[in-house]
């Protein structure tokens, strides 16, 4: 190495032109492997942070034991069904609900931390950094929940595999929709402390209006009407449909447990509720990949 | 890939009439203002400027990353508008704010990069080997971010911003906040790089003795480019070069100065002092044509510093406010 300060003799024809090692193939395969990058690193972080995996594993234990127990000395389900039973549907749904949107404000965290940059210029599509970011949320979500999963059995749920792959899709799904939520926040809000308090404020009513914790039966009207509107509410009843289908129960004690979801007195099948998170998610995250385009 | 011709070759950089005006209602403020600039392939170029002079823009759009209100800019042979990918495959940047994700280890933040910009597992494996030498941090590659220093972080944003052999690399103030020896070891590994490859380095900086290490310099004032020269060049410019004797005959030697010369000298904080245009050429004739035992001489050029001055009408430190760590340059 030279050690003069002064401007040496460099000519061109000594040293190599550095040559782009970067492959960009078509277009689709690009942006897909653009978005597993970033969605790798989403996992990647999960696995580092040793006190974020704990707390997130030991959260939805607290609220099947200690919710599903304290509850259910005092509520009565009318028949041989246990009340922690009838909760483990809601508590899989509201287990997902904060580690996906949490995962999805953790944008504005790479923005503050500086990291949001060096996906910026990177030759990568702005629209895959956003599906990375959804999708790394909703796997690192879902991957939580399975704990919830392996302890089915203890809350009178059978370890009946299919039914357990249709949960896991349907819990996906719903941790998709909160990280989209959750990213789409993250573009219009660019400081922690406004985006918390926000994202608190959306998916708290949200949880407790999706029937995760009470049959959605026998609201007055009007809430009847904002549970409908409530895209958790889709996630959360295809998946006690599930559950409870599972189970021997009587007409009766179904039809107050699990109340037909109705829209204008039309009964909804599971496919098209579904099928309606699906579309939502699908907005959040173009809407998310629009706004993102234009303002960074 | 191709053979590179070693005809004529196209410049790493080049700007035409670059303007960016944003938009704030009743006045809205132009921050580039129409600016020229080309830098050839394999230079150092420094970009100097105080703050709001426009510099922080003119790199955003040299990298994509703002579109210009109107003029065009190239960069390593494609349009930076419409050819945004082409350029970003082929650019390497390094921010002044820190980019690494603190909470990945070294070797995951370089080959989060080399995922990102698409390198094969072989290229990236070679390239992460490489860079994490060059910068002397193989041996802390699996240790978190978390636990770097300052001085540390900033040589692996280096490498990282090297992992994809970019062709021009971009540096923002590379140096802020860094230490004396910090700095002078990156300038180490800068000058190394470009003894390695063919890389351009358009580099902004604060610090005016910074600027001697490249081939070119910009000053940029107002949103537009005053002057644009080498150090040497922009420093001759500017003014004389001052020479200081110590003799054993004071009287003489002014008198031979005068006589030989045709240059006032005087006794200054008892030395001869003397300013003339190009000192280092003035030297020998002292020797030669004095007739006087010369102890000791002193050649000061006239430093960046005051080139800046010349330029913008105040000092580098005067439009920033004060800046911990940058000394009194010149006085070295």
Redesign the interface.
């Known amino acids: 190495m030279s050690t003069d300060p002064t401007t040496t003799d460099r000519t061109a024809t000594a040293r190599p032109q550095p040559v782009p090692l970067t492959v960009v193939r078509s277009d689709l395969a690009h942006h897909a492997r653009a978005t597993w990058v970033v969605t790798r690193r989403e996992l990647l972080r999960f696995r580092t942070d040793r006190a974020r995996m704990a707390s997130m594993l030991l959260q939805p234990l607290l609220f099947i034991f200690v919710m599903g127990v304290g509850l259910g000395s005092i509520v009565d389900t009318g028949g041989d069904l246990s009340f922690q039973t009838f909760l483990f549907p809601g508590v899989l749904a509201t287990s997902v609900l904060f580690t996906a949107a949490f995962a999805g404000v953790s944008l504005v965290w790479d923005r503050e931390f500086g990291f949001l940059r060096e996906m910026m210029v990177a030759p990568i599509s702005r629209a895959s950094i956003i599906w990375g970011k959804c999708l790394g949320g909703a796997v690192v979500a879902t991957g939580q929940s399975l704990v919830l999963l392996a302890l089915v059995g203890t809350v009178g749920i059978p370890y009946d595999p299919v039914l357990l792959l249709e949960l896991v899709g349907c819990l996906f799904l719903g941790s998709l929709f909160l990280t989209a939520l959750g990213v789409l926040l993250s573009t219009r809000i660019t400081t922690i402390q406004g985006a918390m308090p926000m994202l608190q404020l959306l998916i708290t009513p949200m949880m407790f209006l999706s029937g995760s914790l009470f049959p959605l039966g026998g609201l007055p009207a009007w809430l009847s009407v904002v549970t409908r509107l409530n895209p958790l509410t889709y996630v959360v009843q295809p998946m006690r449909e599930l559950v409870l289908g599972h189970l021997d129960l009587s007409a009766g004690e179904r039809a107050r447990l699990l109340p037909a979801l109705t829209w204008a007195g039309w009964e909804v099948p599971v496919g098209v509720q579904l099928l309606t998170v699906a579309v939502i998610t699908l907005a959040l995250v173009g809407l998310a990949a629009r706004l993102f385009a234009r303002t960074e | 890939?191709t053979a590179?011709s070693?005809t004529v070759?196209e410049p790493a950089i080049e700007v035409v009439g670059l303007t960016k005006r944003y938009p704030g209602g009743d006045a809205p403020v132009e921050a580039v203002r129409g600016i020229d600039l080309r830098v050839e392939?394999?230079q150092t170029y420094g970009f100097l400027g105080p703050n709001g002079a426009g510099k922080s823009t003119t790199i955003e759009m040299l990298?994509?990353?703002r579109n210009p209100t109107s003029g065009t800019a190239r960069v390593a042979g494609f349009d930076v508008v419409r050819q945004r990918?082409e350029v970003?495959?082929?650019?390497g940047?390094v921010?002044q704010?820190?980019?690494?994700?603190?909470?990945?280890t070294a070797e995951?933040n370089l080959r989060?990069?080399a995922?990102?910009?698409?390198?094969?597992r072989a290229?990236a494996d070679r390239?992460i080997g490489e860079v994490l030498e060059m910068v002397a941090l193989t041996d802390r590659r699996r240790d978190?971010v978390l636990r770097f220093s300052g001085g540390m972080k900033r040589r692996l944003e280096i490498a990282?911003g090297l992992v994809?052999?970019?062709?021009v690399l971009f540096l923002d103030e590379p140096t802020i906040g860094l230490d004396p020896q910090t700095r002078a070891a990156i300038w180490?590994y800068l000058?190394?790089l470009?003894?390695?490859?063919?890389?351009t380095v358009f580099v902004t900086t604060h610090y005016m003795d910074e600027a001697?290490?490249c081939?070119r310099i910009a000053i940029m004032d107002h949103g537009q480019v005053v002057v644009e020269d080498?150090p040497e060049a922009l420093k001759s410019s500017v003014g004389t070069d001052r020479i200081a004797l110590r003799t054993d005959d004071d009287e003489l030697a002014i008198a031979r100065i005068r006589e030989r010369l045709g240059v006032e000298a005087g006794v200054h904080e008892g030395q001869v002092t003397l300013a003339v245009a190009e000192g280092a050429h003035v030297v020998p004739r002292l020797f030669t044509e004095l007739d006087v035992h010369i102890l000791a001489v002193t050649v000061t050029r006239p430093s960046l510093d005051d080139v800046f001055l010349t330029y913008t009408g105040r000092t580098i430190r005067d439009s920033e406010g004060p800046r911990p760590g940058a000394g009194r340059v010149g006085a070295r």
Do not use: K
């Open positions: 890939m590179v070693n070759r392939a394999g990298c994509t990353i990918t970003r495959r082929r650019i940047l921010f704010q820190q980019t690494l994700d603190q909470q990945l995951q989060f990069h995922d990102l910009y698409g390198l094969s290229d390239r978190p990282r994809h052999a970019p062709q180490d000058r190394e470009r003894q390695r490859t063919e890389i001697e290490h081939d080498t």
